[in-house]
């Protein structure tokens, strides 16, 4: 089980903004579509380890970058991948 | 005792061969005749009339047809013509292939573009649902490249069993032949030969 942080935003503007100031930085991050748990808009956030979501916090907030809500998200990498699906 | 005809995933004319088959050995039973598209229900249906059978009823259950007469007296009374039967539309392909002939969704913002192809596809590879192939054209091959932010999700895609074929041309005429990190570099022949085989292509 791994547990993330799932940073939010009120625009895609400032969501791609964070990805750029964040790319500047070592710390591993990724930008994904929301999870559909915590919002049925579309959108984009970043997805981190949870251990590393408030230095990512700080370089937002640096950088004037709008966060939206921070989320925590377990997830089991290893029973993601085994979850059956089929081809269509 | 119906006698059961099944015709499911034949070619057209044959359900209809299989029916007229059947039709003469009945000796006064029902028939049931199984298919699996909606033009040989059809065309076995309009065997049937023209035969002077009479339809009971028929079943829909996940896509298979379930046609059932009323018990079958004598022989079929209209001679069987195979070309009023021969089916208009193609046979249909199986799965789904996604065709990404470039390297970002739409047009408009570059940026937005590169972000939403990505995002396409890290969403595909969480669905219940998946393609049986990608297709990578033009500058839609530097997606599968190892300095690729979406090299990881479609490793994932592979290892589910999904095939991915990363245009050979493509890569050379961008110089990255070399840095393929995910797929099978693969040929014009090969791609075009996997849409049309494809029941659905899905262009990005």
Redesign the interface.
């Known amino acids: 089980m791994t547990i993330y942080a799932i940073i939010t935003f009120h625009t895609?503007h400032f969501a791609?903004k964070a990805?750029k100031v964040l790319e500047k930085s070592e710390i591993q991050f990724e930008?994904?579509?929301v999870p559909r748990e915590f919002s049925s808009d579309c959108g984009?956030c970043c997805k981190m380890l949870w251990e590393k979501k408030d230095g990512i916090v700080t370089i937002l907030r640096e950088n004037s970058v709008e966060m939206d809500s921070v989320y925590r998200w377990e997830r089991d990498e290893e029973i993601?991948?085994k979850?059956?699906?089929?081809?269509? | 005792m119906a006698v059961k005809v099944d015709a499911r995933g034949l070619p057209c004319p044959q359900p209809v061969i299989k029916t007229k088959e059947a039709f003469e050995q009945a000796k006064g039973n029902p028939l049931l005749i199984i298919v699996s598209t909606a033009e040989s229900r059809d065309n076995v249906m309009r065997f049937l009339k023209y035969s002077g059978a009479e339809i009971d009823k028929i079943d829909e259950t996940a896509g298979e047809f379930y046609i059932y007469t009323k018990e079958i007296s004598g022989t079929a009374k209209a001679e069987l013509k195979l070309e009023d039967y021969i089916c208009n539309t193609q046979q249909t392909g199986v799965?789904?292939t996604i065709f990404i002939n470039k390297d970002r969704i739409g047009h408009g913002s570059e940026?937005?573009g590169n972000?939403l192809i990505?995002?396409f596809i890290?969403?595909i590879k969480?669905?219940?649902?998946?393609?049986?192939s990608i297709c990578f054209m033009n500058s839609g091959v530097k997606l599968t490249i190892n300095r690729a932010e979406t090299l990881p999700y479609l490793k994932?895609l592979e290892?589910?069993?999904v095939e991915l074929l990363v245009c050979g041309t493509c890569l050379g005429y961008f110089n990255l032949k070399e840095q393929l990190g995910v797929g099978k570099i693969s040929n014009m022949y090969d791609i075009s030969e996997t849409m049309l085989k494809s029941s659905k292509v899905i262009t990005i």
């Open positions: 895609t791609l990805k930008t994904i579509p984009f993601e991948r979850k059956k699906f089929r081809f269509v | 799965g789904t940026e937005l972000n990505k995002a890290a969403t969480e669905l219940s649902v998946q393609p049986r994932e290892e589910k069993g």
